[in-house]
């Protein structure tokens, strides 16, 4: 087996291990069923949302909060955090607000979300864009303005001013702080989902969790825990994909 084929099943090794110490624990009596169902359960659960044909809205609804959510925040990252990182001033004016701002947690905004924008699908997109904002915005930021002065000077000795200079020398300079960034932004979009899907929610991953804890079921709720992880790290091994093709053009 090549080295680039063994890493993927290296990886594969813990999520086994973890998967037969849960069976075990479960199995041992440690906790009751209905604190910790062993994997067999949690796996007719799935089949149980997959005949009622459930599973893929709440799937469908997660990922489109998430997706609509992180493209909004990661633009909003990207045009800020470019203003600070290039400017001293807008540095200086905006970035003390911003970073106090960011110390907020996710379920303080919930409140306010309602109270301003109601309980539609407007409050939870934009706290997800809230999440995807502060990763992006803090490390567009610091990238930009820790570029190396010496390519700067080289660019503006090419005749590079203002927006050629920030296209054709700034950015690409950039580039794999923002991949980075960007990863950074959708997985912490994730992370929102769950307290956006808090909001007078009827579908959605994050539905399903707090209704499995509504309802005692513990095979939902670690099967809703499961899905999120598993959507994260598709979309997150997707967008670092496209980012290393982007790094390679």
Same mark, same amino acid.
């Given at each position: 087996?090549?080295?680039?084929?063994?890493?993927?099943?290296?990886?594969?090794?813990?999520? /086994?291990?973890?998967?037969?110490?849960?069976?075990?624990? +479960?199995?041992?009596?440690?906790?009751?069923?209905? !604190?910790?169902?062993?994997?067999?359960?949690?796996?007719?659960? *799935?089949?149980?949302?997959?005949?009622?044909?459930?599973?893929?809205?709440?799937?469908?609804? %997660?990922?489109?909060? /998430?997706?609509?959510?992180?493209?909004?925040?990661?633009?909003?990252? *990207?045009?800020?955090?470019?203003?600070?990182?290039?400017?001293?001033?807008?540095?200086?004016?905006? %970035?003390?607000?911003? !970073?106090?701002?960011?110390?907020?947690?996710?379920?303080?905004?919930?409140?306010?979300?309602?109270?301003?924008?109601?309980?539609?699908?407007?409050?939870?997109?934009?706290? /997800?864009?809230?999440?995807? $904002? $502060?990763?992006?915005?803090?490390?567009?930021?610091?990238?930009?303005?820790?570029?190396?002065?010496?390519?700067?000077?080289?660019?503006?000795?090419?005749?590079?001013?203002?927006?050629?200079?920030?296209?054709?020398?700034? $950015?690409? +300079?950039?580039?794999?702080?923002?991949?980075?960034?960007?990863? *950074?932004?959708?997985?912490?979009?994730? *992370? $929102?989902?769950?307290?956006?899907?808090?909001?007078?929610?009827?579908?959605?991953?994050?539905?399903?969790?707090?209704?499995?804890?509504?309802?005692?079921?513990?095979?939902?709720?670690?099967?809703?825990?499961?899905?999120?992880?598993?959507?994260?790290?598709?979309?997150?091994?997707?967008?670092?994909?496209?980012?290393?093709?982007?790094?390679?053009?």
């Amino acid at each position: 087996m090549t080295r680039r084929a063994l890493k993927p099943a290296i990886g594969v090794i813990l999520p /086994v291990l973890l998967l037969v110490g849960w069976h075990l624990v +479960a199995s041992a009596g440690i906790y009751s069923a209905a !604190q910790l169902p062993p994997p067999g359960e949690v796996v007719t659960a *799935l089949g149980e949302l997959l005949r009622r044909g459930e599973l893929w809205h709440h799937l469908a609804i %997660s990922t489109q909060r /998430v997706l609509i959510g992180f493209a909004a925040g990661s633009l909003l990252g *990207l045009a800020l955090g470019g203003l600070v990182g290039l400017s001293r001033t807008a540095n200086a004016a905006i %970035s003390p607000t911003v !970073q106090a701002i960011r110390a907020v947690p996710s379920l303080a905004w919930v409140p306010l979300l309602l109270l301003w924008l109601g309980i539609g699908e407007t409050p939870k997109i934009v706290l /997800v864009a809230i999440g995807a $904002f $502060f990763p992006v915005y803090t490390t567009v930021s610091a990238a930009l303005a820790h570029i190396d002065p010496h390519l700067v000077e080289v660019g503006r000795a090419y005749g590079r001013r203002g927006l050629p200079l920030l296209g054709t020398v700034l $950015f690409p +300079a950039a580039t794999p702080a923002i991949l980075s960034g960007l990863r *950074l932004g959708l997985a912490q979009g994730w *992370l $929102f989902l769950v307290a956006a899907e808090l909001i007078a929610s009827s579908m959605g991953l994050g539905f399903l969790l707090i209704d499995s804890q509504n309802t005692g079921r513990t095979d939902v709720m670690l099967l809703a825990i499961i899905l999120l992880a598993v959507l994260g790290k598709l979309s997150d091994t997707l967008l670092g994909f496209v980012s290393q093709r982007a790094a390679q053009v």
